[in-house]
């Protein structure tokens, strides 16, 4: 059983589904989506988050394994793991889930409206109402207390015009009875409540918002469909302020901790309000900006040099109504020393805190679930999705606040975690029974064109209807229309019932991008009987509304363009198969450290055989540099456990001082050379699947004196020092009465534009043991912003209480290291003092950046995965996907994909893990139909094609004189059909004759 229904509830729910696991999905509120459902875009992307996650939603509530009770409270468990007996109380909606059809008559006649819980009650909505267009279950529900019938005996205008009599106003709670083998906690989080925040006039102004209100005022489905104005007189703002840590770092509201999320919010929300009101003036008031993510620095730094967004670092004191203009005049106190300042702006945003929500508090008490002095769930840095009850794990925001990628990263490790409770039960699938595909070669093409809205994501700048209109002239479309929301469940109902009723045969949807949604329409497709092939995708989204946003007509007939070379490509295409493939259940993982070493028993604790490469001779990796965690756990301790535990696994194999030679192979058929140190210490293994986990260095570096100067030391190097006595860095501690640790050395520079996120934390972590070994020693610690995330906040605080300065410096500004007659001094402006001070050093302690690993660009050539920029590898969707890539079958995790702490670490291998289960925990999966073909009679054999595949999937057949494509390895990337002089390779789905007359229509 999973319980809450946002992100990480519904990827929990997805990855146990694909295991072969069925699963009850309990959400509180009437539909699953959660907080993320709220958000417009995401960051650093920008993608709309609605257009994410709504294929997750349709593919939750389609899948036959997930069982989904909404509007539902757990009430009460008893038994153990693998024999939970639960009681759920579902809520009465009203309204008959299993006959309604989602029609939205019944919520056109209803005559009360009542406020808009989506929208923060920004906005009304009826009584009887579906919360959100997308919403799953897509089943309206009646609010009780607003009902005139339930309230007073009056009205039931809904039921008489509802024509399937699925109104129902006896409907009573009932409580399930549930029996379930573990229990997957996700409910989320809460904003902190800014009413209590008084002094920032929330509440008295209605110019003043809270972020997730501002996300809603954003939205193209939001209160003014995306039009940004300023509610108390509807005029766009010229100047607006964001405010941050409202309810964050505050002890004075009992919320000492960060929000985490919060810095990126506030920047993503300031790029896309300027992309609304370009001359809009955004002021965002910061004690830090914690950009500590993937890409973070680079958005931070597109906001303020592309976008104008200006970074104050200041705490606001206060902000007062202006009565003459209903402006509000801000008080801050800068960070720099300077005198107390006022600012008058337009509109305010407070950047509310995340904190944990009174239904996880109730819910962790009726399990039985420990909580920390915060209100999280007490996490293990070294088992992150477990709780304090065997058998029931946890995922995302209610271990404390996080991100979308780490909640996704969070839920897929508990999805394996609680999978692994029932190893020993085979896996069941209830498959999606298709009606047979409909044969219409013989048909003439009738091609059906539905065009999406999006809300206002694409009609605010493309002319729908016209759009629309012009598709329905075209030659051989049958039908045209417009959607709204052409992925909500309701619209893939509306595609499924024309196909029918208008016999159409071939299918183009003019909407957003086939990367996220072409999948979901190809199954509307099959669930019609059509061949899923016979569809084509026209991205009028990121194509048209969002790169000429500012040219709407040209817009506009650039989609017509794309609907026209869509329909004429359509006219054309054919049905294509899918191949069954076998799957070999063993798994290969790459990387020894403790990411590694935590996928692969993960792995072995679903009965896989594993394979485990290292290339040092012991395993362990960076992890063998770390004597203390962050919370002050003994790592050494740790890690020999693990090591015990692989060594000891009778399903993993180690393989040290050994490197992955070569590779070949597809999913779920993997073929790998394992060399050892040996010249005839090799090995060939077979397996479904493979992790990498190669790990990240440590930044070699000259600045500050570094290998100049012994008392110069890289935090790892301290941190030994700290942990091992007897060494002469330890006798060096022993002796300093002054130790400097100097942040960001070699990070966020231009060499390397990112944040490598754990270096702040652990200079905090060295910075208290210093403190405990020695009161009396002075540290030092310069930075350019803390980014103690998420609880890593309360370590900050106890850092600053024992004493510990922290200064910060800019980057144009860096510290200096000298050595004067024989002494160490480093030289920093001082914005506190507004003067260059001089900090006498017996020892300096340099947080040096990560850096990837060397392996990484061999590994990416052989698995054909990317790297980014910086060498890391680069996931298939950063938000949804954090350990996949488009290569199916291989997988990601710990510091090769980007640099995190020890329970990021094993949280993303366990995901890593959990992901590789859905391919292995099954005997077959189909492989891709568009994949490449010859053709015999004009093939020459002359190799062309196989010297360009960069997957290996071509050979020549000597015998028959031919090039031969082995399907099962094709990526279908065409490189080889645009290889061959003699045009002897099609690609299907992109032959010669589609494309040509997509190309003609382009000239048209």
């Not at 860095?729 to 009465?737: E, F, G, I, T, V």
């Not at 001094?825 to 506190?832: K, M, Q, R």
Request: net charge negative.
């Amino acid at each position: 059983m999973v319980v809450g229904g946002g992100i990480a509830g519904i990827q929990a729910s997805l990855d146990l589904a694909e295991m072969g696991v069925e699963v009850f999905l309990v959400e509180r509120d009437p539909s699953i989506g959660g907080r993320m459902a709220q958000l417009d875009k995401t960051f650093p992307t920008n993608d709309c988050a609605m257009c994410i996650l709504s294929p997750k939603l349709v593919e939750a509530g389609g899948n036959q394994n997930i069982h989904i009770i909404a509007n539902a409270d757990v009430q009460s468990i008893e038994g153990e793991v693998g024999n939970f007996q639960v009681q759920v109380l579902k809520r009465a909606r009203f309204v008959d889930e299993t006959r309604c059809t989602g029609c939205g008559v019944c919520m056109s006649k209803c005559p009360v409206r009542i406020p808009d819980d989506y929208n923060k009650g920004l906005s009304k909505t009826k009584c009887i109402h579906i919360p959100f267009p997308q919403a799953i279950p897509a089943v309206p529900i009646i609010a009780k207390e607003h009902c005139i019938y339930l309230t007073k005996g009056k009205c039931r205008i809904c039921e008489k015009f509802c024509e399937e009599k699925v109104i129902d106003y006896e409907q009573q709670d009932t409580t399930l009875e549930l029996n379930v083998g573990s229990i997957i906690l996700a409910v989320g989080s809460q904003e902190f409540d800014a009413k209590l925040k008084g002094e920032y006039s929330y509440g008295t102004s209605p110019n003043v918002l809270t972020s997730i209100e501002f996300e809603r005022v954003l939205s193209a489905s939001g209160p003014t469909q995306g039009h940004v104005t300023r509610p108390s007189d509807e005029k766009e703002p010229e100047r607006l302020a964001f405010l941050q840590c409202i309810g964050s770092r505050d002890l004075q509201v009992g919320q000492p901790f960060c929000s985490a999320v919060c810095c990126m919010q506030a920047a993503k929300d300031a790029i896309i309000l300027a992309e609304h009101l370009p001359d809009v003036k955004v002021s965002i008031f910061n004690m830090d900006i914690r950009a500590q993510g993937k890409d973070f620095d680079k958005f931070i730094n597109r906001a303020q040099d592309d976008y104008g967004a200006r970074f104050v670092r200041a705490r606001v004191s206060s902000v007062e109504i202006n009565p003459a203009n209903d402006n509000l005049r801000i008080r801050y106190d800068p960070n720099d020393g300077g005198p107390l300042k006022e600012e008058e702006f337009d509109m305010v945003v407070l950047s509310v805190g995340l904190q944990s929500s009174k239904a996880a508090r109730q819910l962790a008490k009726t399990l039985d679930v420990r909580l920390d002095e915060t209100g999280f769930v007490t996490d293990d840095p070294f088992d992150p999705v477990m709780t304090s009850r065997e058998g029931i794990f946890v995922c995302g925001t209610m271990t404390g606040p996080r991100d979308i990628p780490e909640t996704v990263m969070q839920a897929s490790a508990a999805a394996s975690a609680a999978a692994s409770c029932q190893a020993d039960t085979p896996p069941q699938w209830a498959k999606t029974e298709y009606p047979p595909a409909r044969d219409v070669q013989a048909e003439p093409p009738r091609v059906g064109v539905f065009v999406c809205r999006c809300g206002i994501n694409i009609a605010a700048t493309v002319d729908v209807p016209a759009v629309a209109e012009y598709a329905g002239t075209l030659p051989g479309v049958a039908h045209a229309q417009e959607l709204l929301f052409a992925c909500a469940r309701d619209s893939q109902r509306i595609i499924a019932d024309t196909i029918a009723e208008k016999g159409l045969n071939r299918v183009v949807v003019c909407a957003c991008t086939p990367r996220t949604h072409e999948s979901l329409f190809q199954n509307t497709l099959q669930s019609a009987g059509i061949n899923p092939y016979l569809f084509e995708f026209a991205n009028i989204r990121e194509h048209c509304s969002w790169v000429h946003q500012k040219q709407p007509e040209q817009a506009t007939a650039k989609a017509k363009e794309l609907a026209r070379i869509a329909v004429a490509k359509a006219l054309r295409l054919e049905p294509l198969s899918r191949m069954t493939l076998s799957v070999n259940h063993d798994a290969l993982v790459i990387g020894g450290g403790v990411a590694g070493m935590a996928a692969a028993l993960e792995l072995a604790r679903h009965g896989r055989q594993v394979h485990l490469v290292e290339r040092e001779e012991q395993l362990g990796g960076n992890f063998r540099n770390v004597h203390v965690t962050a919370n002050g756990r003994d790592a050494q301790e740790f890690l020999s456990a693990m090591i015990d535990q692989v060594t000891g696994e009778a399903n993993i194999q180690v393989h040290l001082s050994s490197e992955v030679g070569e590779a070949e192979g597809f999913v779920g058929n993997f073929k790998s050379t394992i060399r050892g140190a040996g010249e005839d210490d090799e090995v060939a293994v077979e397996h479904g699947a493979v992790i990498l986990a190669t790990g990240a260095e440590e930044l070699e570096t000259d600045e500050f004196l570094r290998g100049q100067d012994p008392r110069v030391l890289t935090l790892r190097e301290l941190e030994e020092a700290l942990g091992v006595d007897g060494s002469a860095s330890a006798d060096m501690l022993d002796q300093a009465r002054s130790v400097v640790l100097i942040q960001c050395v070699g990070s966020r520079c231009d060499e390397r534009p990112y944040c490598s996120r754990i270096c702040c934390n652990k200079s905090i972590k060295n910075a208290l043991k210093l403190k405990q070994r020695n009161p009396e020693t002075n540290v030092y610690v310069l930075y350019r912003d803390v980014r103690a995330y998420g609880l890593h906040e309360l370590a900050y605080r106890e850092a600053r209480e024992q004493g510990v300065l922290f200064v910060r410096y800019d980057e144009d500004a860096k510290p200096q290291v000298t050595c004067d007659d024989g002494g160490l001094n480093v030289h920093v402006f001082d914005p506190v003092l507004r003067r260059k001070i001089t900090i006498p050093a017996d020892l300096i302690g340099l947080a040096v950046g990560v850096v990837a690993s060397v392996a990484n660009k061999a590994m990416s050539q052989m698995w054909k995965v990317p790297l980014n920029s910086e060498g890391f590898f680069l996931e298939a969707h950063v938000k949804l996907r954090p350990v996949d890539f488009a290569t199916d079958g291989v997988f990601v995790c710990g510091l090769a994909h980007y640099p995190k702490d020890v329970s990021e670490s094993v949280a993303q291998a366990r995901a890593a893990a959990g992901r590789a289960m859905t391919v292995l925990s099954k005997d077959s999966i189909e492989a891709e139909g568009k994949v490449s073909q010859v053709r015999n009679d004009r093939c020459a054999a002359c190799g062309a094609c196989v010297a360009v595949c960069p997957f290996g999937a071509i050979e020549i057949d000597d015998a028959e004189g031919v090039a031969k494509v082995n399907e099962t390895l094709c990526k279908g990337c065409g490189a080889c059909s645009a290889t061959c002089r003699s045009g002897a390779i099609d690609l299907r789905g992109f032959r010669d004759e589609q494309l040509v007359a997509a190309i003609e229509a382009v000239m048209v």
